[in-house]
């Protein structure tokens, strides 16, 4: 079945360094890649999301990356903040009859002012 | 606030007993999801709802069961409680069938503590 495998599981950036997490999905028919924002104690909230038509989406100080051919696709933090630190899951899902979103196990970020 | 609404907030029960978590989703959304996140772990999806029926499966188990109601909230059940369903559990809700069309909106989230 699908799987998405995230990485790394812990990150400690300086404030204002960049944050890369990466995954990877195992169905070829994924596409659409949602990134959430879970904080702690709180729910978790789409922060980007990317589609298998597009290589890469922006927006502020957040990016997506996907490539297709080696089923991998990464969020880039630049310019990080403490607010930014929280949980982020990757998912993947594959329209047409999967029904499913499957999420990858986090990443926790923590940045240090 | 995402408009999806969870109830109760918090539970605590003993192993055996049965529960029913209640779920709202935003007005006009017919999608129903259901996630189970344990301490530290990742989002397992159990089951999907749409429009009343049932429409996909994850690692829900045979104890769990859940429906979706004619005015489109959703109960999900646990019965013969262990330990282990110790768990955070969260509905999200979307417009569509097809999860890759639209953003999923979570709700806050049911904290089940089994004793």
């Known amino acids: 079945g699908e799987n998405v495998e995230q990485h790394p599981s812990t990150l400690s950036v300086q404030e204002g360094d960049s944050a890369v997490i990466k995954c990877t999905y195992s169905?070829?028919?994924?596409?659409?890649f949602p990134w959430y924002k879970q904080e702690l104690g709180k729910r978790p909230q789409l922060i980007i999301d990317i589609r298998s038509n597009v290589g890469e989406k922006k927006d502020q100080r957040i990016a997506v990356t996907l490539n297709k051919t080696a089923k991998h696709f990464s969020l880039h933090i630049t310019e990080t903040q403490p607010e930014d630190s929280a949980v982020y899951f990757c998912?993947?899902?594959?329209?047409?009859?999967?029904?499913?979103?499957?999420f990858g196990a986090g990443t926790r970020l923590a940045v240090h002012p | 606030d995402s408009g999806v609404t969870q109830t109760p907030k918090h539970l605590i029960t003993a192993t055996g007993q049965r529960v029913t978590l209640r779920c709202s989703p935003r007005?006009?959304?017919?999608?129903v999801y259901w996630y189970q996140q344990s301490l530290d772990q990742g989002l397992q999806f159990l089951i999907q709802?749409?429009?009343?029926?049932?429409?996909a499966k994850g690692n829900i188990l045979e104890r769990f069961s859940a429906q979706q109601f004619p005015d489109l909230h959703s109960e999900l059940n646990l019965s013969s409680l262990e330990l282990g369903d110790s768990a955070l559990y969260f509905c999200?809700?979307?417009?569509?069938?097809?999860?890759?069309?639209?953003?999923?909106?979570f709700g806050p989230g049911t904290r089940l503590t089994v004793l």
């Open positions: 999200a809700s979307s417009a569509y069938l097809d999860p890759s069309y639209n953003e999923q909106f």
């Open positions: 007005s006009g959304d017919l999608s």
């Open positions: 998912a993947a899902s594959a329209s047409g009859g999967y029904n499913k979103l499957i």
């Open positions: 709802y749409y429009n009343g029926e049932e429409r």
């Open positions: 169905d070829s028919a994924s596409n659409y």
